[in-house]
């Protein structure tokens, strides 16, 4: 039996959350994963709202940061709600009024 857990790692190994050899993906896989632009994603990520990782001017996800970013926008769902029909008309329905159009006079024909 192999126990793997008295091999000393890394700091930088431990800091990874997936490991040192966690696949990277760039900002239009994000994107794509919620349906928004990749401008959308990329300034969410300066904001602070999504994680992500930069390097130089690029950035790029992991697997956990985009299953984060779908849960930190993830919407309780709703059944939707119909008003109810009143039964009587009331002052707060009315009908829709008609523009007045104005009458036009022929015109009457110029004497040479």
């Given at each position: 039996?192999?126990?793997?857990?008295?091999?000393?790692?890394?700091?930088?190994e431990?800091?990874?959350?997936?490991?040192?050899?966690?696949?990277?993906?760039?900002?239009?896989?994000?994107?794509?994963?919620?349906?928004?632009?990749?401008?959308?994603?990329?300034?969410?990520?300066?904001?602070?709202?999504?994680?992500?990782?930069?390097a130089?001017?690029?950035?790029?996800?992991?697997?956990?940061?985009?299953?984060?970013?779908?849960?930190?926008?993830?919407?309780?769902?709703?059944?939707?709600?119909?008003?109810?029909?009143?039964?009587?008309?009331?002052?707060?329905?009315?009908?829709?009024?008609?523009?007045?159009?104005?009458r036009?006079?022929?015109?009457?024909?110029?004497?040479?």
């Open positions: 039996m192999n126990n793997d857990s008295n091999i000393p790692v890394p700091e930088h431990q800091l990874a959350p997936g490991g040192p050899h966690e696949p990277t993906y760039p900002v239009s896989a994000g994107a794509r994963a919620l349906g928004k632009s990749e401008r959308w994603y990329t300034q969410q990520l300066k904001n602070g709202r999504f994680p992500g990782h930069k130089g001017r690029n950035w790029f996800l992991t697997a956990s940061d985009i299953d984060a970013a779908i849960h930190a926008t993830r919407q309780p769902a709703t059944t939707p709600t119909i008003p109810p029909t009143p039964t009587q008309p009331t002052d707060s329905i009315r009908r829709p009024q008609r523009r007045r159009t104005r036009r006079r022929p015109i009457p024909p110029q004497n040479r």
